[in-house]
């Protein structure tokens, strides 16, 4: 076996080793809060910093790891993003106060700006487009497995631990993942080209004054008029990008690539449809805890059945998108999606367990799905020349529909709260409705699809 070879089969691990650190990172910590702020003499309130803060650093960095990578090179740029999230993770584990663990969650955030978005980048250079869907099939899964996985644990670690090993945890990941990048990663680099710095203000600020107005919006920690202004100045940055990226000739972000038809449908359908989907690990725990009267540990075990259902549907993605092609797929499974999250708002506590677990284990199952096929018709089309740009809004999509997602629901919810003769249940049932309502109609995005779209993804089977 040579070099190239080993390589490339040791590839989609380094990349699927980056998407689980990114993803379980990103909810384990919400179980901890409480017991860091108390360490911390802090209010439980005053610890959403640590999380907004790492938020909103990988929400303005992912537009800018596809030029570092293209520049210095994708084994050289990941190495120093593992290395950066490592070193983050054991400095916020050592942190004696919030101002401390604010500071050292951005640097985990500059590292994780840059891990999945370059492992990826990597994947797109080194594989044909007809190899793409099984690659990315099997990136995927850790992705799905983290933020379910990262509740349970939490309460674990935090339960028969310390709030530290929430984040002593990433290290051995991280030093694996250093060893693997060194050995495996090809460093695939591009012409120069100079970087857009002024797009990039324009461009990362906007994100993240549109991802704080629905956060201030929906946790209504201010007056909701001022997150409705917040968000209002982000897009009027994010248009004004629009404008210079027509008048230079490097820009961050090429908009010719949204010519690109398929990219642009998958990049509205990964916004709209991941308002239902990113839901979910917020509301069912919640509902589970405050409504039901269930432990955290309890509520975290309770989301492991959509974790199996992510995993066993990836031995089914690929006969499915071959008998059904995208389009059916992404509106048949995108649909049903919203189907589930409307159910829960048949859920109570005096239901059998099992009418519980039944439906999220088969909506663990769509969503797996779901997330293979819009991701791979998403980056199908693109050509080398775009190959990077797209990764990254790609990237920057996925993590800003996940916040939006929590933050819509977080102000859906809010908005039933001021309902006083509603139950605490039935608040959850409400905005469980309203979720799933939008999810079945973002399925409808998904038929401005052509029934021939991404067939030449889908290796055809050997007839006997």
């Known amino acids: 076996m040579t070099k190239s070879t080993r390589s490339m089969a040791g590839l989609p691990w380094i990349a ?3 998407f689980f650190m990114q993803s379980l990172d990103a909810t384990i910590l ?3 809060l409480p017991d860091i702020a108390h360490s ?10 640590a999380v907004i803060s790492y938020t909103l650093t990988v ?6 790891s596809g030029w570092l990578a293209d520049r210095f090179g994708t084994r050289r740029i990941f190495i120093i993003a593992v290395s950066l999230f490592t070193f983050g993770s054991f400095a916020c584990a050592l942190s004696e106060s919030l101002s401390q663990l604010v500071i050292f969650r951005i640097v985990q955030g500059i590292g994780g700006a840059m891990m999945m978005p370059v492992a990826r980048l990597a994947l797109l250079r080194a594989y044909p487009r007809s190899e793409l869907l099984p690659i990315l099939n099997f990136v995927t899964m850790p992705g799905l497995v983290g933020p379910v996985v990262g509740p349970l644990l939490g309460g674990v670690l ?6 530290h090993w929430i984040f002593l945890i990433n290290i051995p990941i991280g030093i694996i993942g250093l060893v693997y990048a060194r050995k495996y990663m090809p460093n695939f680099t591009t012409p120069r080209q100079k970087f857009d710095m002024r797009g990039f203000l324009l461009f990362g600020i906007g994100l993240v004054l549109i991802s704080c107005g629905l956060e201030l919006f929906g946790e209504r ?3 909701s008029y001022i997150g409705v202004l917040v968000m209002i100045g982000g897009i009027f940055l994010v248009l004004s990008y629009i404008y210079h990226a027509r008048r230079v000739s490097t820009p961050l972000i090429p908009l010719p690539l949204f010519k690109t038809r398929t990219f642009s449908i998958g990049i509205v359908g990964n916004v709209t449809s991941r308002l239902g989907t990113g839901c979910v690990p917020f509301l069912m725990p919640l509902m589970l805890q405050v409504g ?3 432990s955290a540990l309890i509520a975290g075990c309770m989301m492991v059945p959509t974790a199996l259902g992510a995993i066993l549907a990836k031995s089914t993605v690929t006969e499915v ?4 092609g995208y389009r059916k797929t992404l509106f048949s499974i995108t649909f049903i999606i919203g189907i589930m999250i409307a159910q829960f708002s048949l859920q109570s506590p005096v239901l059998a367990l099992w009418l519980l677990v039944l439906p999220l284990f088969v909506l663990g199952m769509a969503m797996s799905t779901q997330f293979t096929a819009m991701n791979t018709i998403t980056l199908a089309d693109l050509s080398d020349e775009h190959a990077s740009s797209g990764n990254s809004v790609l990237a920057v999509t996925q993590q800003l529909s996940i916040s939006f997602g929590v933050a819509v629901s977080a102000a859906v919810l809010t908005a039933f709260k001021s309902n006083e003769s509603l139950s605490t249940v039935a608040q959850f049932h409400y905005t469980f409705l309203i979720m799933g309502g939008i999810t079945l109609l973002s399925s409808l995005v998904f038929l401005v699809l052509r029934p021939k779209d991404g067939r030449h993804l889908i290796k055809e089977r050997h007839k006997s």
């Open 16 to 18: 699927a080793m980056a």
């Open 30 to 32: 919400n179980t901890a």
């Open 40 to 49: 911390l003499h802090q209010s439980p309130l005053a610890m959403q910093s």
């Open 59 to 64: 929400a303005m960095l992912i537009p800018i």
């Open 158 to 163: 935090v339960t028969w631990a310390s709030w």
């Open 221 to 223: 920690i201010v007056d």
């Open 292 to 294: 039901f009267g269930y």
């Open 321 to 324: 998108l071959r008998r059904f």
